[in-house]
């Protein structure tokens, strides 16, 4: 049974329901007088190029989400939430009795804790009605630091129901070395970031595998024999070949044709292609320069892969042939840990404004957004706006795969923050700004190992010209770099240089309460 409880706002009457077990029940009802937002037409920012209008509200987030509640009840895909801090003048204290059985989940020391408490009912008032805005087939993310995580998870099971929770991902932030506060106990190099879906009707996005690049697929192989020798090795059938009774030959790189790859090092015991050849087909006599078709090898959907020996006593290995892989039917789920330290040391260039109040770095903003939805349309609300991130991010993707998020910001102007960074955020990327100091955006990365420098060298300089040749019109200058045993590519402005805006519009609300 719901317990009915009224709350009367700057003179607004919103009656809402709480309910006593179940975690199921929706909490928000539609007030009986809807908040007044009025749109401030000199920050109005229209583009006539077909991109999404998003809107910005300057004012209590709660009345926000009881004005969207006509348009959007069960309407938004995608909800992220990174709420202020306990001890920030953004967090209301609120006294209502319905918090009252916030004592009773987290009991706390008479005149200790009562902060605290207020935080976390500021907060579950806050979810619950964005939870109603929120799809069947929609998604939840809220931040959360390591000592806010447990608290708000119990919060969001209730309102979410427990089945419903997907992950908390763990975000690297800052490099283990960097200690800010050095007579701390504990160095905290990571925050986290609570998922939930609306039901069971949400699926998560999956990892889109990148197209190898083909510039090794290079030799083809014919056979001049249709009576080869025949021997069951290792449970396998094997073709032998004698060295007059098969053709390679290398050319032009082609998707059909063959890689070759040389058994040594770690691929003669980690690759299962290594693992046969030094086991069955290594140490046959005399057999120097023979090919060997084997069946039921390599996910290249040809159903056999191509073995050599060593051609002659000067040679120290063999290798094997392996045609480009079979993209898989199901790709791989995104992992719950990202590392997005480089990423969080140049947050402050992001967008043109300075905000030193927990800005999030685009690209960890574009990969929820990835994980989130990747649909046409996909309405995005972004409950405690900040500096604007989302926006940012959900911006930069309709510039690349032409999806046409829209993103409603919701934001208190705590410290004039709606006027001082929010807008002039959204402004710069819509409309182009220039840059106050060096920036630089990774296209690629990837781990340095012995193996990989020894048999791929050739690989970086591929990888490099072929990044150049695709991405030189979106950078001043594409720049590769050794960090942290990682190759790394670039692409990078210098200070002064003009970004490019990203078009989009924009229609900006104020509470009539708000200055």
């Known amino acids: 049974m719901a317990i009915p409880w009224v709350t009367d706002r700057d003179s607004t009457l919103f009656i809402c329901f709480t309910p006593e077990i179940s975690p199921n029940m929706t909490f928000f009802t539609k007030p009986k007088l809807k908040p007044l937002f009025t749109e401030i037409l000199e920050r109005r920012i229209l583009t006539d190029d077909e991109n999404p209008t998003h809107l910005l509200f300057e004012g209590d987030i709660l009345e926000a989400l009881h004005y969207l509640y006509d348009d959007y009840y069960e309407g938004v895909d995608l909800i992220y939430a990174d709420p202020p801090r306990v001890n920030d003048s953004q967090f209301r204290i609120e006294t209502n009795r319905h918090f009252e059985n916030f004592h009773n989940i987290f009991p706390v020391r008479k005149n200790r804790g009562e902060q605290y408490i207020n935080w976390l009912s500021f907060i579950e008032l806050r979810i619950s009605h964005a939870h109603a805005l929120l799809k069947p087939s929609g998604c939840f993310f809220i931040s959360a630091t390591h000592r806010d995580a447990a608290h708000l998870k119990l919060i969001c099971d209730n309102i979410f129901s427990p089945e419903n929770y997907l992950t908390t991902f763990i975000i690297k932030t800052r490099h283990e070395s960097h200690a800010f506060v050095r007579d701390a106990d504990l160095h905290e190099v990571t925050e986290q970031i609570l998922f939930y879906r609306k039901s069971d009707v949400y699926k998560p996005n999956r990892l889109q595998e990148e197209q190898e690049d083909v510039s090794n697929y290079l030799y083809e192989i014919q056979l001049l024999t249709e009576k080869p020798e ?37 691929i003669c015991e980690e690759n299962g292609s290594g693992r046969f050849f030094e086991r069955y087909l290594k140490n046959l006599p005399e057999q120097m320069g023979y090919l060997f078709k084997v069946s039921g090898m390599g996910n290249d959907g040809l159903g056999y892969r191509y073995f050599q020996t060593k051609r002659s006593e000067k040679f120290k290995n063999g290798f094997y042939f392996q045609g480009k892989p079979v993209k898989n039917e199901i790709p791989l789920p995104f992992p719950n840990f990202f590392d997005f330290t480089k990423e969080y040391e140049q947050v402050h260039n992001e967008g043109g404004v300075s905000f030193t109040r927990g800005k999030k770095p685009v690209g960890l903003m574009k990969k929820m957004l990835k994980i989130g939805a990747t649909i046409e349309n996909t309405v995005i609300l972004d409950m405690f706006a900040g500096s604007g991130s989302l926006a940012h991010a959900a911006m930069e993707l309709n510039n690349t795969d032409g999806l046409k998020r829209k993103v409603i910001l919701c934001n208190t102007n ?32 990837i781990p ?18 072929l990044t150049c040749k695709n991405q030189k019109e979106n950078y001043e200058e594409i720049i590769e770099v050794i960090e942290n045993q990682h190759y790394i590519i670039y692409g990078a402005f210098s200070k002064g240089s003009k970004i490019a805006g990203l078009g989009n519009s924009l229609k900006y609300f104020r509470n009539r309460i708000n200055r």
């Not at 060295?243 to 770690?266: C, M, N, Q, W």
């Not at 705590?414 to 002039?424: A, D, L, M, N, Q």
């Open 230 to 266: 025949r021997r069951v090795l290792g449970g396998k059938e094997v073709e032998i070949y004698e060295p007059h009774e098969y053709i390679v030959t290398k050319g032009a790189s082609d998707s059909l044709k063959f890689k070759k790859i040389s058994i040594r090092g770690a």
């Open 414 to 445: 705590e410290y004039r923050i709606s006027e001082k960074v929010t807008f002039p955020r959204l402004k710069n990327v819509m409309q182009g700004y220039v840059l106050d100091r060096i920036w630089k955006e990774e296209l690629f990365s």
């Open 448 to 465: 340095l190992t012995p193996r990989l420098i020894r048999e791929n060298g050739s690989v970086f300089n591929e990888k490099f010209a």
